[in-house]
C-alpha cells in the first residue's frame, strides 16, 4: 500500500521531450488512470513508475522513500501488461506462485496463497492448466492474480484489456475494479479508451503530449472539462466557435453562437478572447421545425439518425454547415423526427466555454 508522488518528471530520448515535466500526489488505494492517444507518453510514465525507465529528471516516492534509482523489482510493483506476459511452459499455479518463489516465501505460505488468488480473480481449480489452454480472459485474470499474490505497494497496467473482444472487455473492468475495491492496492492503470477511463476510476490524468491537460473525478472530467482537447477526448462533444458578449449573474456568461445568445459557464480565459462552445450531445434538445428559433436555439437539417433503443442519436446540418451531434433518451418526443426533417435544437445551459487555442 502506498501513496505514490511524481515530482517533475521528465523524459527525453535525444532531442525529443516525450515527458515534459509531470508533477501528482496519488493518494493510497485510489485507481488512477492515465489516459491519452498514441504517442502521448503513456507508457513511458508508467515504465518510470515500475523502474524500468530511468527518468531524465524528477523522482518518484513511494510513501516518504525516494524510489527513483532503486531496481524494478525491489519496489514493490505487480505489473499487468497488455499482451499477459505468461511464462508459456509454467502452469497456472507456478505462474502465479513466480513472484511469491522470487521472494523466497515459504512453500507453506505458496501453497496458501496461490489458491486464495485464483479464487478472487475466479480460476478456483484451474491451477494445473497451462496458458495454452485458457482463453484470452483467463489468461488475463492469470495475470491479474500474478501481480496481486505479491500483495504489490504499487498495481501498474498497461492497457491490460486491448487484446480482448468487446464484452469481455466490459467484464473484466468489473473484475479488475472490484478486485482493487477488495485489496484498497494503489494502481496506475494506462488506457486510449475514455469509456474505460470514465467506467473505472477514481481520478483520470487525460494526457497530452507529455504533459497533464487536465486531472480529476470522471464525472468531474466530463462535466468540467477545462479544455477543447479534453472535451474532444472525454466523451463526446459538440465545439462551435463562440463569441465572449459578457458577463453573467451566477458565472453563466453570455456569449454570441451562429447568430444566436447562448448563456453558460467559462471554464477558462481566452488570452486570445477567442473561444469554442462545448455541448454535450445529451444535454441538446431537437424538435420539429414549427416555429422561428428563439434565443439559444439554432436551426438545422436532419442529415441522419440511429435509433438504438432506449436512446436516438442524431446528426444535424446546422444552417451555417457546421455538423451536430444530438442524442435523446427516450422516444415520447422525437419518435416523430425522420431523415431529412427541418428542425430546430435548442443548446441547454449546460453548455460550457472554453479558449479556442486549446482545441
Ligand atoms: N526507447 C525509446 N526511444 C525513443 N523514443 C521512444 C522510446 N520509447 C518511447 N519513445 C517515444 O516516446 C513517445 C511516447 O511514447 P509512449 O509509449 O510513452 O506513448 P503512449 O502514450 O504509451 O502511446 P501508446 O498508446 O501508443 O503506447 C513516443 O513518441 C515514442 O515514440
Redesign the pocket.
Known sequence: MAELILQDIRKS??N?E?LKGISRRIADGTFFTLL????????????IIAGF?SPTQGAVHFNKEDITRVSPHHRGVGMVFQDYALFPDKNVFDNVAYGLRARKLSSKEVQRKVPEYLEKVGLSGLGSRLPAEMSGGQRQRVALARALVIEPRVLLMD?PLSNLDASLRVQMRDVIRSLQLETRTTTIF?T?DQEEALAMSDEIAV?KN?RIDQCGAPTDVYRNPQTAYVSRFVGSANLLPAEFLAHGEGGMDRYRVQGTLVAGRTMDVAKNGRYMMVARPENITIRMKNSEPVDGELEGRIASLQFQGYRTSFHVVLKSGEDLHVETVGEAETSALGRGDNVIVSIGEKCLFVPEASA
Open positions: 530520448y535525444g525529443a516525450v491519452g492517444p498514441s504517442g502521448c507518453g503513456k507508457t513511458t510514465l508508467l515504465r525507465v492497457e494506462v486510449h494526457m507529455g
